[in-house]
C-alpha cells in the first residue's frame, strides 16, 4: 500500500526531531562533563608592584561533582596552571546535613599548590562562624577536613605580603558586620564572635592604596551594595575585588538569551531572565569590580533541571594587574 505523502512528511519530521534530540543529549552530557579554564586580567589602581601579575585560581560550586572516578581530570586543569593562589567559594558539598567529603577531599589531596588556599562557605555547605550567630560556633567535621588538607577557612582578614607590600584577603559576608555592637543588639556575641570582630577591626585602619579582595558565594547585585552602604548597621569597605559564585551561569543557557534565571531574591521574579551582564564573568559598580564565576557543578533551584546546558564547567584564573 503506497504511503500518503503528508504520512510520510510527518514520519521524516519525527525521525529528524528524534536524531536531535539524542545529538542534543550526548553534546549535553559530554559539556557537562568537560571543563574549560577562563582567563580575565582585573586592573587594580593601588596594586603595589611586587604583586602586578599576581594569579588567584577560582573553584566554586563543585557540589560533589565527579570528574573521574578519582576527580583527575579536574585535578589534570588544575595542576596544569600557574597560580599564586587558589580560592573555594563556597557550595562544595551538595547539602549542609550532606557528609558526602569524599569528592571534596580527593580533590583537595591532589591539588599540587596549596601555598595560599581559602574557603568561605556557601549555602549548601555548614555554616562556619557567621557574625550575629545567637551562640559561638566550633568548626565543622567538614571544615576541619579541609583545613587538615591545607584549605584554610577565611572567617576574618589574611594578608598576603611580599616584601613591604599586602595584599588582604576577607570574608565579605562577615566584614560587613563590624559594627556588631553587643550593647544595642539583642544577639548574644561569643568569644569566638568577639575574636572575629577583632581581627576584622584590621579592616578599618586599611588606607586607599591597600588592596582588599573579598571573597563570597552570593554575587552582591547593584542594588544590596547600595541597600548596605545605606544602612548604618553596616560597613561596606573599599574592596578592589570581589569574587564569589552560586548562579551557576544560569545553569541553564540559551542561544541569543542567555541565562534563563539564578537564584537572587535582589532581582525580578526571584531571578528569572536576570539582567545578562550580571550573571557571570566581570563587572564594575561603583568603583568596586565583582567577578563571579559560573562554577562547576550543578543544583536543583529547578529540581528537574540539575544539569548545566550550554555551560560547560569552568575554573577561573584572574590575573591581578596594575591600572595605568
Known sequence: MKIPIRKKLFLLIGMVFTVCIILLSIYTIHDNNRI???????????????????????????HERKFGDHQEKLLEAINSVDYDAIVFTGDLLDDPKSTNYEPVYTLLEGIDNKEIAFFV????DPESYILGSDYPKEKDDFVKGLEERGVQLLDSVQTVKRDDAALYFTYFENSIRTKVDQGRSKIKIG??????????????????????????????PDAKIDDLKADEKYTFHNYDLIMAGHYHGGQIRLP????????????????????QDRVKGLWNYQRVQQYVSTGLGSSDAIFFLKFRFLNPPEINMLTLRSQK
Do not use: C, M, R
Request: net charge negative; glycine share 6%; proline share 11%.
Open 121 to 124: 562557605p556557601g549555602n549548601t
Open 191 to 220: 568569644p569566638k564572635q568577639q575574636q572575629l570582630l577583632q581581627k576584622l577591626s584590621t579592616l578599618n585602619t586599611l588606607t586607599d592604596s591597600d588592596v582588599l579582595i573579598a571573597l563570597n558565594h552570593y554575587p552582591i
Open 36 to 62: 574549560i579554564t577562563v582567563q580575565e586580567t582585573i586592573s587594580i589602581n593601588s596594586l603595589p608592584e611586587e604583586f602586578d601579575g599576581f594569579t588567584i585560581l577560582q573553584i566554586t560550586d563543585l
Open 256 to 275: 541569543i538569551i542567555g541565562a534563563l534565571f539564578v537564584p537572587d531574591p535582589y532581582y525580578p521574579w526571584g531571578g528569572l531572565f536576570p539582567p
